[in-house]
């Protein structure tokens, strides 16, 4: 088991966070240990672990808690996957494809706009150029 510091160590949380994450719903109530202090398992440790990487995508808190609404972990799949893994998963896959559209349109609108902020650059160094060799 471990504390709230250990686990934000672990999971690259701050212990701020991992209460507000507690207390939003978006992770269960950890057990407590001697004084109400917070324990986390492994498991904890290892859901925690995938929030992080989540939060890394951009997602948002609540496409965070659909995701992980079923709890299950697909690291170590047992196959021939039930019914209801496939469903999970297939949830999962469109939380993901729907998060990544985002970004490629915001990917190319920030493209976009590095490209106009480029012409501008070079419009005004080539003012800039231009006085230069008058001179």
């Given at each position: 088991?471990?504390?709230?510091?250990?686990?934000?160590?672990?999971?690259?949380f701050s212990?701020?966070?991992?209460r507000y994450y507690e207390k939003i719903g978006l992770?269960?109530?950890?057990?407590?240990?001697?004084?109400?202090?917070?324990?986390?398992s492994e498991e904890d440790v290892r859901l925690l672990t995938s929030l992080h990487c989540l939060k890394?995508?951009?997602?948002t808190l609540e496409e965070m808690k659909n995701f992980l609404q079923e709890g299950r972990c697909f690291a170590?799949?047992?196959?021939?996957?039930?019914?209801e893994d496939r469903e999970?998963?297939?949830?999962?896959t469109h939380i993901l494809s729907e998060h990544l559209a985002k970004m490629e349109d915001q990917y190319l609108a920030l493209a976009s706009v590095i490209r106009q902020t480029k012409e501008?650059?070079?419009?005004?160094?080539?003012?800039?150029?231009?006085?230069?060799?008058?001179k």
């Open positions: 088991m471990y504390s709230i510091g250990q686990a934000a160590e672990l999971t690259g212990i701020d966070t991992l992770t269960k109530q950890p057990d407590r240990g001697p004084g109400g202090l917070r324990l986390y890394k995508t951009g997602l170590n799949p047992l196959f021939p996957l039930s019914a999970v998963i297939a949830s999962r501008k650059l070079d419009f005004y160094n080539g003012i800039l150029e231009k006085e230069a060799s008058i």
